[in-house]
């Protein structure tokens, strides 16, 4: 467990919680990077798109050349600091903001997720945690940049909602707890697991849609209890 990389065989009976180790190597990463930059006050923000280029390169090339299983799924979090990194730089320079604000608002949120889900169809199936990206792993970059954007605009158009604050506020309780609830929908319950594995009809979507808001419902009940028991587990 220490090695905390699941694509080992050590990982198994906890593999839901993979993303926690992998977080925090990638945070300790762009911590490093952050205390570096701030030291490069004239040049800091063009030299951290040339980190974002950088990092975005060898995490496709690893996963292109070699297939070792570093500790704490190092092999992931190399290219997760590239999102990271482009975060920051989009927050720095407001480009949600700006880009909301902007009249072709909408037609720029349609044409993100036109090219985002273009993008993923024509690259395949791919997944962070088996350390695939896909047919094409620049595809894989464009799809995930693109769709993050129209959401983000999107959110930054929405401005206020109780609902999807409340939500927002448990963000990091669901990632820990939201695969239980699903794994009871989707091997237990046999109404429910029959709907989940066709989710491309109609049932199968309002199934899916019906347990995600269930699963998000059972979360924030698990982190009222837990803020009452052991804040500490969650960060509070």
């Not at 429910?192 to 009940?221: H, Q, R, W």
Request: net charge positive; aromatic share 12%.
């Amino acid at each position: 467990m220490f090695y905390a990389n699941s694509r080992t065989i050590y990982m198994r009976w906890n593999l839901p919680l993979w993303f926690i180790p992998c977080m925090n190597l990638t945070l300790v990463m762009v911590w490093v990077i952050e205390y570096v930059l701030h030291r490069l006050t004239e040049i800091g923000e063009k030299v951290r798109i040339v980190v974002c280029v950088v990092f975005a390169f060898i995490g496709i090339t690893m996963q292109q050349l070699i297939d070792i299983k570093f500790p704490f799924q190092f092999e992931s979090a190399v290219l997760m600091v590239a999102f990271v990194e482009l975060g920051l730089f989009f927050k720095k320079h407001k480009i949600i903001e700006k880009s909301s604000s902007h009249k072709s608002c909408l037609f720029m949120v349609c044409g993100l997720l036109l090219i985002g889900i273009s993008a993923a169809e024509v690259n395949g199936i791919a997944e962070v945690r088996s350390y695939h990206y896909g047919k094409y792993p620049i595809l894989f970059l464009i799809a995930a940049c693109a769709m993050t954007w129209a959401v983000c605009l999107i959110s930054n158009k929405i401005k206020c909602n109780t609902i999807l604050e409340q939500v927002g506020r448990i963000s990091f309780p669901i990632l820990l707890m939201h695969k239980f609830p699903i794994l009871f929908f989707q091997s237990v319950l046999p109404v429910t697991k029959n709907l989940l594995e066709k989710p491309d009809t109609v049932e199968g979507f309002l199934c899916s849609f019906a347990v995600s808001c269930i699963t998000v419902s059972m979360c924030y009940i698990g982190t009222l209890i837990i803020r009452k028991i052991a804040p500490m587990i969650i960060g509070e």
